[in-house]
């Protein structure tokens, strides 16, 4: 036997104890699948590489979307938190807009509660002295009657200026209660 012959043999024997297989029925198993390697890339590469391709776009065109469909997202927030803060200063100018309405109103309603307020009082003032000009010339109206009627019980009793002054305070007196 020759050195190769004896190489060869050691090798199959340690192929054959370490994975239980001969050489040879590696070498078989090796030229199967080599010849499996070129049917399936002869017939079968094509569409696999196809399908793969056509995956991988798929892959591509939905993260594209979706891409998309984020930056949409994120503008749509932004016009939507624009739109928000119009919102709230339209709202705080409305606010102060009625708010300075109703001082407005409120001052109208003062100043017209104020005006008729001044008017009573001048209508109040005006009654008084029409009141007072009245009781004084009722008061004088009294005062001449009552010098008449005291004239009038002088002349008729012929009483003396002490009587007449009594006479006087007398009237008065009787006048006022």
């Keep these: 036997m020759t050195v190769i012959e004896r190489i060869t043999t050691a090798v199959s024997e340690v192929v054959q104890a370490a994975l239980g297989v001969s050489l040879l029925d590696m070498f078989i198993q090796l030229a199967a ?33 979706a891409d998309a469909a984020r930056a949409a997202a994120i503008q749509f927030e932004q016009e939507c938190q624009t739109q928000l803060a119009e919102l709230e200063r339209q709202k705080t100018e409305v606010l102060l807009e009625a708010h300075k309405l109703g001082q407005a109103e409120r001052e109208q309603i003062v100043e017209a509660a104020r005006l008729e307020a001044e008017r009573i009082n001048k209508e109040s003032a005006r009654q008084l002295d029409y009141d007072i000009q009245k009781a004084r010339e009722a008061l004088q109206a009294e005062v001449v009657d009552l010098a008449s009627a005291i004239a009038v019980k ?24």
């Design 33 to 65: 699948t080599v010849l499996l390697v070129l049917v399936v890339k002869k017939f079968l590469w094509s569409k696999v590489t196809d399908f793969l391709e056509k995956r991988r776009q798929l892959l591509a065109s939905e993260v594209d979307q």
């Design 154 to 177: 002088m002349i008729e009793a012929e009483i003396d200026p002490s009587k007449y002054t009594e006479e006087v305070a007398k009237a008065v007196a009787n006048k006022e209660a």
